[in-house]
């Protein structure tokens, strides 16, 4: 038999494993496990190098792990509620963001597509743009994302982003700064929220490009 290397990225342990009992072991019982298995040691470290977003659309392994128990406790999204979601082709790459009602997938912001820019910085960007939308118009409604790493950023206020400035995406890092203004220098009571994904089904926001 061949032997395979799990991934994983997102569960209860992430790294890279040699069977699948060790690799079912992280990931069983995860809301949103994101895992994928390669045939060589090499790929998977490549592959664990890098985002999950850049395997979604290639065969992906990320069957639901969710018991009927699990799926009660995680219930139904909040509504009404805004969800963003971001794509970019290649990491760092062509990335653009958007928001969206969650309930009638109606689009209420959209950044065009800028070049170097990965799936994250897009997700960050578009909470925060959320939230200003949001406290514009006096609205406590919560935002949902499916990147738990750009969920992050938004609570240290901080980009954390390694990709490297260039040329290219100069007006990317100027969105970034000012981000990070608006979040140093507002509150909000918006909850923002994660996209459970393996009980509610791919994010309203998404772009559907996963077979490309």
């Known amino acids: 038999?061949?032997?395979?290397?799990?991934?994983?990225?997102?569960?209860?342990e992430t790294g890279i494993f040699t069977?699948?009992?060790?690799?079912?072991?992280?990931i069983e019982g995860y809301p949103y496990a994101k895992?994928?298995?390669?045939?060589?040691e090499a790929m998977a470290q490549k592959a664990y190098s890098e985002n999950f977003e850049q395997y979604k659309g290639k065969k992906l392994s990320n069957t639901p792990t969710l018991s009927a128990a699990e799926l009660q406790r995680i219930g139904t999204p909040i509504l009404p509620s805004i969800a963003v979601d971001a794509a970019c082709s290649g990491n760092p790459g062509v990335m653009?963001?958007?928001?969206?009602?969650?309930?009638t997938q109606a689009e209420i912001f959209r950044l065009q597509p800028m070049k170097d820019g990965t799936n994250n910085i897009g997700e960050f960007l578009a909470i925060v743009h959320a939230l200003a939308f949001l406290k514009q118009r006096n609205l406590t409604i919560p935002i949902y994302s499916d990147s738990q790493i750009a969920i992050g950023w938004i609570r240290q206020k901080v980009c954390k982003t390694k990709v490297p400035r260039t040329p290219h995406n100069e007006k990317i890092f100027e969105l970034i700064a000012r981000a990070e203004q608006w979040l140093r220098t507002n509150t909000y009571p918006n909850p923002i929220l994660k996209w459970e994904t393996q009980?509610?089904?791919?994010?309203?926001?998404?772009?559907?490009?996963k077979d490309k």
């Open 1 to 12: 038999m061949m032997k395979k290397y799990y991934v994983v990225w997102e569960g209860h």
């Open 19 to 26: 069977s699948w009992n060790k690799c079912k072991k992280a």
């Open 35 to 40: 895992f994928k298995s390669f045939p060589t």
């Open 96 to 103: 653009e963001y958007r928001g969206v009602d969650t309930e």
């Open 199 to 209: 009980a509610w089904g791919e994010c309203p926001a998404d772009f559907g490009r």
